[in-house]
């Protein structure tokens, strides 16, 4: 069984679903990551929200932005698979969600992602390629990286 994923605009998000959204960001980057920052920055209305649900639990989920609103391209964020399933491989089609969300949505295929840079390899695999050197986002390290 995989998770059933669907896209949705913020205003069409439930209280729950948006509670659960949350929640699990805090979870995985503020959390696990032990890194203090500001999750709820002001682009959640700007972005789709893909949801991947799992038994009625928020399992996996990213944000989609329409080129221009981050990047130039159109653009996938908060990439993120509860931990208690990462060891199901889900990441791989929460990001093949994305990414034909982006193509459904948006009509593009050109995407740039700011990715963690231990995840570089994982993003490599769907065909993004590293448009930059590594920088400290929130004292972590990134790369950007795009897809054409």
């Known amino acids: 069984m995989k998770p059933k994923f669907e896209i949705k605009p913020f205003k069409a998000l439930s209280l729950s679903e ?12 503020v959390v696990e990551q032990n890194c203090v920052y500001q999750d ?3 682009k959640d209305e700007k972005a789709l929200h893909l949801l991947g649900m ?6 996996a989920y990213a944000r989609l932005f329409p080129p221009g609103a981050y ?14 399933y990462r060891d199901k491989k889900w990441g791989h089609d929460l990001i093949s ?23 570089q390899e994982f993003y490599e695999s769907h065909g993004f390629v590293p448009t930059s ?3 400290l986002e929130d ?6 990286m795009k897809k054409a």
């Open 71 to 84: 990047f130039d391209n159109a653009s996938i964020g908060r990439v993120i698979v509860k931990p208690t």
């Open 97 to 119: 969600e994305a990414v034909k969300g982006i193509s459904d949505y948006y009509n593009t295929t050109a995407i740039t992602i700011s990715a963690q840079l231990y995840l």
């Open 133 to 135: 050197e590594m920088y």
């Open 18 to 29: 948006l509670y659960q959204l949350l929640q699990l960001r805090s979870e995985v980057f």
């Open 40 to 42: 709820i920055d002001g």
């Open 54 to 59: 799992f038994d009625g639990v928020l399992v």
């Open 139 to 144: 004292d972590i390290p990134h790369i950007e």
